[in-house]
């Protein structure tokens, strides 16, 4: 057997598995998602060379309304959801100008939810940082691409001593107030990505270690450096149309987790960018209706036996 052909093999076995566990667990029958994931909006200031230019750009309205936010909040309230609220799905969450409204509106109604910022740091200034951690942030998530001006912006197409200042301030303000909020870095460098994913050597260097070396005495025990060894290949899929073999990477996450637009669009899977395979649209029904209807269990299924040329975009060209 060839080594791809191992690897294939391996990855079915694994995927099998998978399902096994999430099928006994009750995954499959579960009536309410385990996460809500907000895409408050599809569009972001950065430029990093892993993520697809047109991100986003056929998706309207760009920004969820307070209204929508409120009608899942509630929805979720009723529900007695106590599981995770995800911000800033498939874009920087902060350009919503009611970002802090709705969070805030989202930390009352729902105190024992956990909730998650997924943010490029650049519009987390000391006020907004303060407002989030007094309303109970639980998790921040962001990506420091490199150690450097030069390294970080060829990444990130954003402003390096911005992202230091930001984080600094966050994390002393987290200080003062002791709060839990736990930190979660990753990091993807331009070196990394192009050697891994393009093929291509270039002369800017690998400085992981120097960002965790910068970064690791500011933070507490409990904070997390993250290093993307297995590169997103976001951007590559609009060139490379190959069809999909192996099995789907994200399918754990596609059977716990609600993804929702700004629209009200309940999609498959956080790398559909273009919200392409939808499963229903919240603004006249419910979260759960959607969640157990008869289209998305067939959709599982299709991606339970790897039936992606059925399910089309973007699962048929997938590269995770």
Not at 95 to 112: G, S, V
Not at 240 to 245: E, M
């Amino acid at each position: 057997m060839t080594p791809s052909g191992l690897k294939n093999t391996l990855g079915k076995y694994r995927h099998r598995k998978l399902v096994k566990e999430l099928k006994k667990k009750g995954a499959y029958n579960s009536a309410f998602p385990d996460a809500l994931n907000l895409s408050l909006s599809v569009l972001c200031q950065g430029g990093c060379i892993y993520c697809p230019n047109g991100r986003g750009k056929d998706i309207k309205p760009p920004f969820m309304s307070f209204e929508l936010a409120k009608k899942i909040i509630d929805e979720a309230g009723k529900e007695n959801f106590k599981g995770i609220f995800r911000f800033s799905e498939n874009g920087e969450g902060l350009l919503n100008k009611e970002f802090l409204k709705i969070y805030e509106y989202c930390r009352k109604t729902l105190p024992l939810s956990k909730s998650i910022l997924y943010t490029n740091m650049a519009l987390l200034n000391k006020e907004i940082g303060l407002k989030l951690l007094t309303l109970g942030l639980d998790e921040l998530h962001l990506n420091v691409d490199g150690a450097s001006k030069i390294t970080y912006e060829s990444t990130k197409k954003l402003n390096f001593e911005t992202l230091k200042k930001n984080l600094h301030d966050f994390i002393d303000t987290r200080q003062r107030m002791e709060k839990p909020c736990k930190i979660h870095i990753w990091i993807l460098t331009a070196k990394k990505y192009f050697e891994k994913v393009e093929g291509i050597n270039i002369s800017l260097p690998d400085d992981t270690s120097k960002v965790i070396e910068y970064w690791e005495p500011f933070l507490k025990e409990n904070d997390i450096f993250s290093i993307v060894d297995r590169p997103y290949r976001w951007a590559q899929l609009e060139r490379i149309k190959t069809p999909k073999t192996n099995p789907c990477g994200k399918f754990s996450k596609v059977v716990r987790e609600c993804l929702i637009g700004p629209n009200g669009d309940i999609y498959l899977c956080c790398l559909d960018y273009q919200q392409k395979c939808v499963i229903g649209n919240i603004a006249d029904t419910s979260i759960k209706k959607i969640w157990n209807i008869d289209r998305r269990r067939d959709l599982l299924n299709l991606l339970e036996m790897g039936r992606f040329d059925i399910i089309g975009e973007p699962c048929k060209f997938c590269l995770d």
